[in-house]
């Protein structure tokens, strides 16, 4: 290089740095929806969460909530660019608490916490690495902060101390002081991006929930499944063949369990790991005959799949330039930003399998073990980097699996182990293939908090206890699922327990008008139908740290413990759900403030207090607000299909004054979208203690699938 | 900005990027040392191990090595700059095993494995987080490699396989097909490093031996421990006093347990956690007496202290300025990257222990849990990133203690929580919170193909058995210590073992002849004196694949669990050390080809076989090759001192003629650097069933401390 190319290089570099290391310290803020504030710091990178998603504001919900001003000190957010990455810096309070950051299983308290947000499978520590390490966090202050980059992110929830803080200098002497503490008062959530620039958005309350439903409505509200997908579903043994789950589908009939959607597992592809997305001829000789009979059995058909192509599939040479660099399990990953992959690979699942009439797909493998899946060193032709591929895939798969249901104007409900922002609209499920009870209860309100669904999935038990325990707990999820693709149980499985388990799986059937309107209320209000306690008004019990000094050698910075509720949760407007986990004889429930009542009996259970329940194998202690009304149908094997028209029974619980709004719609297609829906409100009341309840008439020219109505007092007089 | 800057911009950044990034991906290669070559590609960084640890190579030791040809293909060494980031791929081919990576606890073979180098304490689960995550591998062909940066590093030690590698395609039906694995062949390592270029290292072998020397002697060879470095050591609880410690010296002699030097924990501060790095007037009223008084006794003191200073450091306000943006424990981090903070802290060290007479510290939580360590979000006064500061902040405190002892030529010994490549030839043994004893074994070996020391501590036990198997594991690692900060357990704690822990104890002593010639060949050859199985000739016991089907439900990918040696290893030149653990009455020992023999009787033990051994709680199983000499003295309390001249027992074994060279210094200063120091040839050989034995004569001029010698033939003709 000549001496004088090399000083324009110079000249043109400080030039460079000048104009863009400057600006890039800058924060500007637009509020984007009512509520939703956008900061914007640098230069924003070109492939994010809300582009991967391709979410819009649901701004019909958006403008429902109350009005508001920004919640938190803006001079208190800082930006910076630090070693070439940007650093974003939040405020926290004393006492103030922090949920959300994804599917995390093991606590719901964020702060303290230091997190990468990688999407991975669960590896059994809550350090960032899940399924959906979604960057929206929502403060007991009452507002939420959501960070659209489709990096990684390294996060420290309320755990570094600057030293320009007014709290550093408050050192203690560990050898004396008693209060000495290993986590000293840190007054900033800290973030660090690998970008030159970020987007981040500040969502205000005034309550924590607010903050939740407009982040929800911001990505489209909660996804609406159709009526069967609030069913029951079976996943069979992975080499059955058409004529096992003909048998299987008609045992269930016989023996009176119900089922919605039955679930294929690897054996339907002619080809598996890596995959050729078509049917095994041998298995499945027909399949279009196949399809059709289960549906005309009133059961839909769910296939497992994941995106890496068989060097044996038919299409393969034709997507093979839209693939990456790298392969997994020597089959091909679709470049899904490439309109080339996507054409190719929806295009025949869409002619294969959805022409056939499969109403939806489970897709695995898209989170990831670090030692199958594309390295982060891999390269894709859109140029997206092996990074943010990981981080969106998940997103992807459901934005564009959803979009080819809807081209058909049908609605699908299926399963997917990896998500992220920006996904809160797909009507998706994560699973995984940890296993643990208890924190698969954790996880569930985890979802709440993050925009995401998730299913505490029953695969396999060592004991009837333990069956039906995982029973009780799925059929109060998003997904009532037994996935045996592996142990092939079946809901009978353990005869001790199989009634127990039937009447567990007839009732999440009774229930669906509730399921159902509760997650049009997630769709239209942005309200999750499974959240956490601390979202619930009159909930008080916090995090208590224990500390324990007793023994220094296995607690050497002696951390405190810290006891939280993340054993009960909230399904719905109205019920309190609190599991048993095996080897459980009696529990302590904690109930908000306001009357509560047992959802079975109708008896009144307690008011903001801890109570504690024995309530049998038999039974999962759930409670109903005061006042609360559930709406429920006849148990029976399938849900309702299109307009058939369906009796309710209005339970009502307690003796305040009740209002509950039932959704209305064909629960099958996307004529929602056009209008073609109803919200009826329903009252009911005590009058001289005699129930009276009435519902708003159906509005003309919108669907009406409710058929007679009977109000039921449950709390006795 | 109007068109025309814009324009401009446009115009200069593609200027700015087809220059760069074209170089950017040149690979460049010096051989820098005989048989190791650099590699270089695109912008090298200003900060990384090399320049961290200031190390020089060892040129004298590294000429003596065999010269060899570049060990690999250089074509297939390939470069890249992928996402901003620069991308190093490096062959690997069938059967190749890949060891090191670090202090990793629960897996030699690297093979397979993603990890994510990052200084840490160790979290339970080998994925890179690790107090030594050092980023040099030795391959079972004989060659190594060294990536020389500060940053984390992202490597994929042969998961990844890549659609243009030849063995992409070959996938496999997992439906039907039983050898279907979650593992496809990859051919390559694969390393991801933040950074616009990188420099790396290639070390030939012939052998990987010989790799792992030319590492250890690029970076100045091992350290020469004093002699007393190799003696007893016994940490005392936090809060003890003078007269406590006096009194525990005290007791050791009376007892008869060795003791060649003596840790204070945290209570010698003033204020600890963070430190005033003074003394505590009340617990040691007059430090210069106590420490005089213990080392008139022959024992030397070592000082706890992490660097984190605090407030009420008497040299708070003067460092200030020279410490980073975040606090631990509200203390402040010294930018040891600025000569003032280094000036101010070191100084204070020398000032107030080092001229007293302290000959060592414990460098405590250098390696951090994330949640109290600054976050990667810091900056630091230098300019040397967080990320960068956390990765060698364990090898500047290293290497400036070590400075200062240097500078009176007198030498350390000491305890660090976090190392990197670099730190080879600095004093000092890496230690941690956690306690598993097996890990601890398996780490031991790790530590000798990463270029670290590493000691299996002893602090508490749930009882004797446990105690005894612990103890006898010390004796045979780099530090034989108790460290009893919290549980305050002595050597003598378990009445039941307790004779037998004084005869470990005084067999580590009997043993100092032969652990001071082995870590003198550490130093002058690079030949690590605690090393794994794999590199001794002979040894053939290669990992073991099983495959277990039975239960995919926790097995979902059919993972092979990997059967490997991890629990028997090579000490110094001659011994194969094959420890039991708590709750073992027998094991399995495989022998590597040649006649072994028991070190404790001399009985022949086997040939190139895998033996069982039921040695009873007393004794752990030690063998040496035949011909093997080891020399040793008699059982004493505390190490030589200086020129004192020591009386040797040379134990000999087998039938094979042996040799062995015998070093010898004064045990004490830096002399033997300016060539004060010998190696003598010690000959020994059965003639017609007699022995033998002959030493060298001492150099003239060279400090001599061996008095008499007596051989002594441990095998019975």
């Keep these: 290089m000549t001496a004088i190319r090399f000083k324009l290089l110079i000249i043109f570099l400080v030039f460079f740095c000048s104009f863009f290391c400057a600006r890039a310290q800058e924060l500007n803020w637009t509020e984007v929806q009512p509520g939703i504030w956008k900061g914007q710091t640098g230069k924003v990178e070109n492939y994010d969460l809300i582009k991967a998603s391709g979410a819009e504001p649901f701004t019909e919900g958006l403008q429902k909530l109350p009005k508001t001003d920004f919640p938190i000190g803006k001079e208190a957010i800082k930006t910076q660019i630090i070693d070439g990455k940007t650093y974003l810096r939040l405020p926290l309070e004393k006492g ?12 719901i308290h964020q702060r303290g916490k230091v997190l990468r947000l990688h999407v991975d499978h669960f590896g059994g520590k809550d350090n960032g690495r899940t399924h959906a390490p979604v960057p929206f966090y929502v403060s007991s202050k009452g507002y939420g902060i959501f960070i659209n980059t489709s990096r990684y992110i390294d996060i420290y929830v ?15 002497d560990r050898n004396t002081d008693k209060a000495w503490t290993s986590r000293p008062y840190s007054d900033a959530v800290e973030i660090l991006v690998a970008a030159q620039g970020l987007e981040f958005f500040v969502f205000s309350g005034p309550k924590p929930l607010d903050a939740i439903k407009r982040y929800n409505l911001f990505f489209g509200g909660g996804p609406l499944p159709p009526r069967w997908g609030l069913g029951f579903t079976q996943r069979v043994k992975s080499l059955y063949t058409a004529a096992d789950v003909e048998k299987e589908v008609e045992e269930f009939k ?24 078509e049917w095994d001829k041998g298995r499945y000789p027909d399949p279009k005959s196949f399809v059709t009979g289960l549906l005309n059995k009133g059961v839909r058909l769910n296939l497992w799949t994941n995106p890496y192509i068989s060097p044996d599939a038919s299409f393969y040479q034709k997507i093979l330039p839209f693939t990456g ?37 489970k897709i695995d493998e898209v989170d990831g073990y670090d030692h199958y899946l594309w390295p982060d060193v891999a390269t894709f032709p859109s140029g997206i980097s092996a990074e943010q591929m990981r981080q969106t895939y998940g997103v992807l798969m459901q934005r564009y699996s959803t979009e080819m249901f809807k081209k058909l104007n049908q609605r699908t409900y299926g399963l997917v182990r990896a998500s992220n922002a920006g996904a809160n609209s797909f009507p998706y499920v994560i699973y995984d293939d940890y296993y643990n009870h208890e924190d698969f209860i954790t996880a569930l309100i985890n979802s709440g908090y993050s925009g995401v669904l998730w299913t505490p999935e029953v695969r396999a038990s060592k004991n009837p206890e333990e069956w039906l325990r995982r029973m009780q707990t ?36 009774e229930m669906m008008p509730y399921w159902y309107s509760e997650f049009a209320k997630y769709h239209f209000e942005g309200l999750p139908p499974f959240r956490g306690m601390s979202l619930e008004d009159g909930f008080s019990a916090e995090a208590v740290k224990i500390k324990n000094k007793t023994n220094l050698e296995d607690n050497p910075y002696e951390e405190a413990l810290t006891k939280e509720i993340k054993d009960q949760y909230m399904a719905g407007e109205n019920l309190l759900v609190a599991p048993l986990f095996t080897g459980q004889k009696s529990r302590k429930v904690v109930l908000p403030k306001g009357k509560w009542y047992d959802f079975f009996t109708g008896a009144y259970a307690g008011d903001g207090e801890v109570i504690t329940v024995e309530p049998g194998l038999d039974k999962i202690p759930v409670y109903v607000k005061d006042g609360g009304i559930i709406p429920m149908m006849k148990a029976r094997l399938n849900a309702p299909r299109g307009n058939e028209k369906t009796d309710l029974e209005i339970r009502y619980y307690g003796t305040a004054p009740g209002k509950y709004t039932l959704y209305d719609d064909d629960g099958e297609s996307y004529n929602y979208e056009k209008g073609q829906y109803s919200f009826r409100e329903i009252q009911v009341a005590l009058s001289g203690g005699v129930l009276k309840g009435s519902i708003a008439d159906a509005p003309k020219g919108k669907p009406n699938t409710i058929g007679k109505i009977v109000f039921k007092q449950m709390t006795k007089p």
Tied chains: 1, 2.
């Design 96 to 107: 103030e608490q922090i949920y959300g950051l994804g599917l995390n299983f093991q606590t």
């Design 158 to 172: 309320g755990t570094a101390v600057r030293k320009d803080s007014n709290h550093a200098g408050e050192a203690k």
């Design 254 to 277: 016989q023996k009176g369990y119900p089922l919605d959607f039955i679930g294929l597992e690897p054996g339907w592809q002619s080809k598996s790991y890596p995959c050729t997305f």
């Design 325 to 361: 660099s790298h392969t997994v399990w020597s089959g091909v990953v679709p470049d899904l930003q490439t309109t080339q992959a996507r054409d190719i690979l929806f295009g025949q699942m869409q002619k294969d399998q959805v022409s056939l009439g499969v109403s939806g797909y």
């Design 474 to 509: 799925v059929i109060f999820s998003p997904m009532a699922m037994i996935n045996a693709w592996s142990s092939s149980t079946k809901p009978w499985s353990f005869p001790e327990v199989a009634l127990q388990v039937k009447e567990m799986a007839l009732l999440r059937m």
